[in-house]
């Protein structure tokens, strides 16, 4: 077959019908029988996405995922009746509670949430408190809204998966542990933080202030699993794209050349004539994840915005009352507080890094296709043609994962948000020693 | 530069002053002997233990120096604000975590920074081969003029601050030498990374030069295969177009000459093949050979050797599309291994260049507002003695930035050269109007687009000219805000001083019930004090 006939489609989604190069079977591939993919026997009806599985029900148990049926081993479908039921049950208690949550925060029926020394510290954290609120209303809402582009992105990752079993016979890991460890700091954090605050409050608890308690961990808690439950589905797409990598690795001259010098003492055809054939299935593979990656950042995009916004103005908060502990000139360090912005310091930081991580790692491999394939050096101009194509179509695809179109999240953001976290204790603890400084003045004027 | 035998120097014999000297601070591990006669890095064992006894005792010497100087602190920490006493420990302490990195991520990388110079030599042989030389011998200079540059700025700033600064009758003011350690072996460390990135840039434009020189030849080529019979008015006019897109003028006019005579001596066996563009043209490349032997005093030595070769090559090179084409995909192939090493270097330097980019931020402005609080006489960190003379601050102010500057200039100029390989490119297939060649050019540049080497601190931000001008936004906000709190506190204090002197004289005659009173006059003290402009 001659490649020249080959168009690379991009933008038709279902009306794809492509002579489909069925090799059945699929020819040997010595290079990816490395540990990246785990190569196991085709599995029998084990239930997909094994890995994320913990997370995946946690997410479906509070509302957040609808509980997909799972048609065959490569294929989900729509919740059933029942189920949607739950879910949609499930939401509405949330809603119910959040709307009690904010009606008692404006009445005096919270006081006992509130259990710092000064003003303004009850301010932040009725700000915090609103934010959480916030952010939690609007994972729910966007998570009601966007169910069957969740189910509609898994299914398009299952069907790849397919492909990629089908040609190569390598069935792709997810490598996904992360998400259970992350999981479980999620869970110490909050239930630490909920026993720290039901130690902090004076006197009798009344019932209120336990239920807003719980449900404040509770939303926290989902929240941070939903990003964890992101960074997993973006660590999936990254998988993917690294198996795309390696297989055009194979094609580079680095490769051709330490092929060629193997060949000479065992004649060996290269094998750049399997060029045509896998190039086509690999653009179409790499097409299928860049769509993939898109509609996952359309699906998260808010809710990562929000989120980022709620863990700034947290991180800067406790970074401050942090400080002002350490460095208060009276002696007394108070262990509670200390504690309590450790807690939370260390639950959003980490939270923040594994997002902008796998964001970063993940355009990194979708930029460095094109990259490798420039590496590529067909002898013929056929094969020259079949490189340029995706050259050309790839300079000025933009490959990023955006927060809402606000800015691109990578490891800079990172940088960015602590340097800006920074430059507000800077001014925030210049602000608390004049403040200081009146109050000793004021301290020395009465005596 | 190249010796036919081992085909190429490696660029490790320029770095053997550089090398000595690292080994003996203790800077690189590697093993010395394998270095001397085989110019190659090594894993070495003694080497590491060496390098981990200096590490700790810099560590150790630094806080002792840290402690014995901190006593005239303890006073500070009482009358100071508790921000600047953090601030200021954190800063005393940085220079010592950045020496730290630099000497633990040499330690880690003792192994690849080996490898790295041997693909760096293999690169050369390739460039070799395609008849592109380098010369490495400025980098021998190049490394000479930073060690001396870096004794310089060490040296004046340790002594003037030793002497004008420091109690020297003090036997243990001695202990103030190592002050300089952490900065020096941070230096030393720099020099390494700027100087092989030097010579990765040197890599990038001896391959730009070498399509340039493709392209002008064949200019030249055409200019006598079409303007043979016109006068030389006409072939200066044309290559006079062809400057204008071709950067170096003096360079051409030099070479310009040159081709005048030869076109003289060549028109014979030129007229003989003319008008058919796709001959092989040996008369020339045999004639150029003859020239090329005798050479007359090269202007520019690097470039003028290259040409000989060249031109032997040129004239049957843009006219054979196969030809070139190999020789085309070779370069490509060496732009992208050169851009490899760029990556990987980078990523051995990675941890280093964001410590010390973190230590110029740091130490710029820390030595800015302490220059400012001497001014207004306030005391300052025992360690930052040396803000109390603008003199010695300008010469740490330079030398601080300097080394930051050009980390960040020289990656942006080579990002800069690597990309600069695609306009090279096309020139090429400009010139040489030939559609065969021009789909050759075409595939190829789609391929160097995606070559990219950009070099970053850890992917948190690039090292480039944008990056430069936000640090300096940056520093410029941070002392604004620092020095604008300073003011405010230190009127708070006056406020505070003269209103207790004030208190002091009115307390004979004033009775206690005017307490109200007072306090509102030092309300409007303060307040007055506050609106007033000026200090």
């Known amino acids: ?447 | 530069m190249s010796q036919p035998t081992p085909l190429v120097q490696p660029l490790l014999l320029q770095f053997q002053q550089l090398f000595f000297l690292s080994k003996m601070v203790g800077v690189l591990p590697q093993n010395l002997d394998k270095f001397r006669y085989k110019n190659v890095l090594e894993k070495s064992r003694n080497g590491m233990l060496y390098m981990l006894g200096v590490l700790s005792i810099y560590v150790v010497l630094y806080n002792l120096l840290i402690y014995s100087f901190g006593e005239e602190d303890r006073t500070l920490k009482a009358s100071q604000s508790t921000l600047t006493f953090v601030i200021g420990l954190f800063l005393t302490y940085i220079g010592l975590i950045m020496m730290a990195t630099d000497q633990l991520t040499a330690l880690f990388n003792q192994g690849q920074l080996g490898e790295l110079y041997e693909r760096i030599r293999v690169v050369d042989e390739r460039l070799y081969r395609e008849e592109c030389l380098l010369d490495n011998s400025c980098i021998a200079k190049r490394i000479r003029i930073m060690l001396i540059m870096t004794f310089i700025f060490e040296i004046s700033i340790l002594v003037a601050t030793y002497i004008n600064l420091v109690d020297y009758t003090q036997w243990l003011s001695l202990l103030w030498i190592v002050s300089a350690v952490p900065t020096f072996v941070n230096t030393l460390d720099k020099i390494w990374f700027a100087v092989s990135l030097y010579a990765l840039k040197e890599r990038f434009e001896a391959i730009n030069a070498t399509l340039e020189d493709l392209v002008m030849e064949h200019e030249k080529y055409k200019a006598w295969l079409t303007g043979d019979d016109a006068t030389t008015a006409t072939v200066g006019n044309r290559t006079a177009d062809s400057q204008q897109s071709s950067p170096p003028p003096q360079y051409d006019s030099n070479l310009e000459y040159l081709y005048k005579e030869l076109g003289g001596i060549d028109t014979g066996s030129l007229r003989n093949s003319g008008g058919k563009n796709h001959n092989k043209v040996a008369p020339i490349a045999h004639s150029m050979n003859s020239f090329g032997e005798t050479i007359p005093t090269p202007h520019k030595p690097q470039r003028m050797n290259t040409n000989p070769l060249i031109n032997m090559a040129h004239e049957s090179e843009l006219n054979d599309a196969a030809k070139v084409e190999i020789k085309l995909n070779n370069l490509c192939q060496v732009h992208d291994e050169i851009c490899e090493i760029g990556k990987a270097m980078n990523g051995l330097w990675s941890y280093p260049i964001l410590s010390l980019m973190a230590y110029g931020f740091l130490i710029f402005t820390a030595q800015l507002y302490f220059l400012y609080c001497a001014t207004q006489s306030q005391s300052i960190p025992s360690l930052f003695r040396s803000a109390k003379n603008p003199f010695i601050t300008v010469i740490v102010l330079v030398y601080t930035s300097g080394k930051c500057i050009y980390l960040i200039y020289l990656s942006w100029k080579t990002s800069l050269a690597s990309k600069r390989t695609g306009i090279s490119l096309h020139k090429c297939g400009v010139v040489a109007d030939d559609n065969l060649l021009y789909e050759i050019v075409n595939h190829l540049s789609l391929k160097l687009l995606n070559h990219s080497v950009d070099f970053s601190a850890c992917g948190f931000f690039t090292l480039d000219m944008e990056t430069l001008y936000g640090v300096s936004g940056g520093i410029t906000s941070y002392l604004i805000i620092l020095i604008q709190f300073n003011l405010a506190a230190q009127q708070a204090k006056d406020a505070i001083q003269s209103f207790n002197s004030f208190n002091d004289t009115a307390g004979f005659v004033g009775a206690a019930t005017e307490m109200d009173n007072n306090s509102s006059t030092l309300y409007d003290m303060i307040t007055t004090t506050m609106m007033t402009p000026t200090y």
Not at chain 1, 107 to 113: D, R
Not at chain 1, 164 to 177: D, E, K, S, T
Not at chain 1, 231 to 237: G, Q
Not at chain 1, 280 to 288: E, G, Q, T, V
Request: glycine share 2%; net charge positive; charged share 15%.
């Open chain 1, 1 to 447: 077959m001659s490649p020249n006939t080959w168009v690379i489609e991009m933008t038709s989604h279902k009306s794809r019908s492509f002579p489909n190069p069925q090799r059945n079977p699929p020819h040997p591939r010595s290079q990816l029988s490395n540990d990246a993919f785990s190569r196991r026997a085709a599995p029998g009806d084990s239930p997909v996405f094994e890995d994320i599985s913990t997370i995946l029900s946690v997410l479906k148990a509070s509302g957040l995922l609808p509980f997909y049926e799972q048609l065959s081993s490569y294929e989900v479908g729509p919740p059933s009746k029942t189920n949607e039921f739950y879910s949609f049950f499930v939401r509405g208690v949330v809603h119910a509670l959040t709307i009690f949550n904010i009606y008692s925060l404006i009445t005096p029926n919270s006081a006992q949430l509130f259990i710092s020394l000064r003003e303004t510290d009850n301010v932040n954290q009725w700000i915090e408190l609103v934010l959480c609120i916030f952010t939690y209303t609007l994972t729910v809402f966007v998570c009601a809204r966007n169910t069957k582009s969740m189910l509609e992105i898994m299914n398009e990752i299952l069907k790849l998966d397919k492909e990629v079993q089908r040609q190569f016979g390598v069935v792709l890991g997810n490598n996904c542990n992360f998400s259970v460890k992350f999981l479980v700091v999620i869970v110490c954090c909050q239930a630490y933080i909920m026993v720290l605050r039901f130690y902090a409050v004076k006197g009798e608890i009344t019932a209120t202030s336990y239920i807003l308690i719980a449900f404040y961990a509770f939303q926290n808690g989902l929240t941070a699993t939903y990003i964890v439950f992101a960074s997993a589905l973006l660590r999936i797409v990254c998988i993917r794209f690294h198996f795309v990598n390696q297989l055009l690795n194979a094609f580079t001259y680095v490769q051709q050349q330490k092929l060629a010098k193997k060949s000479r003492r065992q004649p060996a055809a290269s094998n750049m004539e399997h060029f045509p054939e896998e190039s086509l299935f690999i653009y179409r593979m790499h097409n299928k994840l860049l769509r993939i990656y898109k509609s996952i950042n359309e699906c998260c995009s808010l809710i990562i915005v929000c989120f980022l916004g709620y863990s700034f103005y947290t991180v800067t908060t406790n970074w401050y009352n942090l400080f002002v502990q350490i460095t208060n000139n009276k002696g007394l360090i108070s262990a509670h507080i200390l504690q309590w912005c450790l807690a939370w310091l260390c639950l959003h930081t980490s939270l923040l890094a594994l997002l902008s991580r796998s964001c970063g790692a993940t355009t990194y491999e979708a930029n460095s296709t094109s990259q490798i394939l420039a590496r590529v050096y067909g002898k013929s101009k056929e094969f020259q043609n079949i490189i340029d194509k995706f050259l050309t179509k790839s300079i000025k695809q933009e490959v990023q994962f955006t927060a809402y179109g606000f800015f691109a999240i990578d490891n800079s953001t990172l940088f960015k948000i602590f340097s800006a976290v920074t430059t507000y204790l800077v001014i925030l603890i210049q602000f608390k020693q004049l403040e200081d400084s009146k109050l000793e003045e004021q301290v020395q004027n009465e005596a």
